[in-house]
């Protein structure tokens, strides 16, 4: 069964301390694995997809990177309105109709 | 390019009553699928469609039920409601590449307390 933790679950961050949101991930045969935003009562935002082991992405203050069994969401110089949880997911190649499986999430707050 | 949206927004039912939920898909999307977030957890699969044909299922049993119509439209049903089944309803499109579906993008989601 496919299964995706994400650490920390909470963290504070001052504006322009920049840190790391961890994703590991135990999968079949992974596909893709995506990285959402999600505002409170909003639906996910996609950010990125990483499909193979050493593949990068980067958006404004935010850098995907992906090995064989965790990716790391870097957060570089972060405002206050980077502040959100941010979702980590796995597709597999294996049936399942191409599902996401998600973490519980790292709810990041920047303050001023 | 339209976004996801879906409908409505927010909805209090009683136990025991059933529920439609709606999603209007992004245009050319072919693939809907549709998640259940409970409150502090990531999304759960509840199945997807596929031109109109159910192609996967999560572990979610038969009274959730789906619809979807060559519109890009498509709906969620839900019979004999269960207090467990308050969360917010998720619905993504996702275009076909290379015959898998490719990146999942929600819509904003319908609030669904249950009394």
């Known amino acids: 069964e496919d299964q995706v933790t994400q650490s920390p679950e909470a963290l504070r961050l001052q504006e322009g301390e920049s840190s790391s949101l961890n994703c590991s991930y135990t999968v079949s045969g992974l596909r893709g694995l995506f990285w959402y935003r999600q505002d409170p009562g909003k639906g996910p935002e996609f950010l990125f997809t990483?499909?193979?082991a050493g593949e990068e992405k980067e958006k404004e203050r935010l850098k995907a990177t992906l090995t064989k069994k965790e990716s790391f969401l870097h957060i570089t110089a972060p405002k206050p309105e980077d502040s959100a949880t941010y979702l980590c997911?796995?597709?597999?190649?294996?049936?399942?109709?191409?599902?996401?499986?998600f973490g519980t999430g790292t709810q990041l707050k920047v303050e001023l | 390019e339209t976004g996801v949206t879906q409908s409505p927004t927010h909805l209090i039912k009683t136990r025991g009553q059933q529920v439609t939920l709606r999603c209007s898909s992004q245009?050319?999307?072919?693939?809907v699928s549709w998640y259940q977030q409970a409150l502090g957890q990531g999304p759960q699969f509840i199945f997807q469609?596929?031109?109109?044909?159910?192609?996967g299922r999560g572990n979610f049993p038969p009274r959730f039920s789906g619809l979807q119509f060559p519109n890009y439209s498509s709906e969620l049903n839900v019979n004999a409601l269960e207090l467990d089944d308050s969360a917010l309803y998720l619905c993504?499109?996702?275009?076909?590449?290379?015959?898998?579906?490719?990146?999942?993008?929600f819509g904003p989601g319908t609030r669904l307390t249950v009394l």
């Open positions: 245009s050319g999307h072919n693939t």
């Open positions: 990483l499909y193979s």
């Open positions: 993504a499109s996702s275009p076909e590449r290379g015959g898998y579906t490719d990146t999942q993008y």
């Open positions: 469609y596929y031109r109109e044909e159910e192609n």
């Open positions: 997911a796995v597709q597999a190649f294996t049936g399942g109709g191409n599902k996401l499986t």
